[in-house]
């Protein structure tokens, strides 16, 4: 009797894991859509059989769903790539189904040209990885391992009015001043520094969150703005250093990858891209590319006077000066720097 009991137990164990198995799903979205559309994600049971429970999520965070399926608007996400992933719990089981949707800019974005408005000397051994105006004078950090530094600098001469090495151990990159404080990053260390605006004096250090890299840095007066070399731009608060949310950087087209240089002008994020000619103008809502800026003269410009030899002697440096509304942009290595004028082609 007891063995007739043991073997109904295990008959019935197996059918009930037969039937969990015979759950399959499909997790259906579109692929590709445009910022400010309409969105429907709708998990499907092939076999119809029901389900005890539903969760949705969109980058990690759960979405407030109705049955089996929600629909989200683009605009609450922005552009870029973003993951989709689903809980279906059902008897004595738990499903997780994986999937993702891109979004794009739904219109071009403008096309700026230039106009050299003056130019000024620049120190040809300055590997720019950051440039930055504030009360007259510009701020610059340079790179390479062993010989980054932090600078002020007089604009019309170029003369270096101030100077402090980084560890030679560190690979410096971007930099910005917020609330009377130099925050300097560094590229693979996961580390940035923070120094006294007046002293050059090292205050502080910090570690990046979530970001594998540090490339440039910028502020809009109430958070930090990073970018490590992809598409992504970081919001950190300057207080914590915490990453607080990201954008992706998306033109109508494709996404902009391997963003370095950034500055803030006039509520929107200005990004030079890493070996190309060309600075970004992002929307720091949504990471629409709304502008692109091709420079790629001001290497002809450069080469009047000054043979860049090196691949990676590229454009790098975005500077403005808010009060007199001027824009500033140099190169790694560069003997200038041009105050430029953007005109719409």
Known sequence: MKKTAFFISILTLLVCIGCNEDYKFTLDVAKKTTINSNVTIRLKEKNNKPLDKIQFFINGKEITSEGNQITINTSDFG??????????????????INNSFEVFADTPYQAYTYKIINSYPHDTKAYTQGLEYYNGFLYETTGRRGQSTLRKI??????VLQSVDLDKKYFGEGMTIFNNKIYWLTWESKKGFVYNLETFEQEESFDYDKSKQGWGLTNNDSLLIKSDGTSKIWFLDP????EIKYIQAYTHKQSIPKLNELEYINGKIYANYYLKPLISIINPKN????????????????EKTQKLVADDEVLNGIAFDKENNRLFVTGKNWGKLFEIELIKK
Not at 287 to 302: A, P, R, T
Request: aromatic content about 6%; hydrophobic content about 35%.
């Open 79 to 96: 552009v870029g790539k973003h993951a989709v992933s689903v809980l279906a719990f059902y008897p004595g089981k738990t499903k997780k």
């Open 154 to 159: 007089e604009i019309k001469t170029g003369k």
């Open 239 to 242: 207080y914590s250093k915490k």
């Open 287 to 302: 990471g629409v590319v709304e502008g692109i800026v091709n420079l790629s003269g001001l290497k002809k410009e450069m």
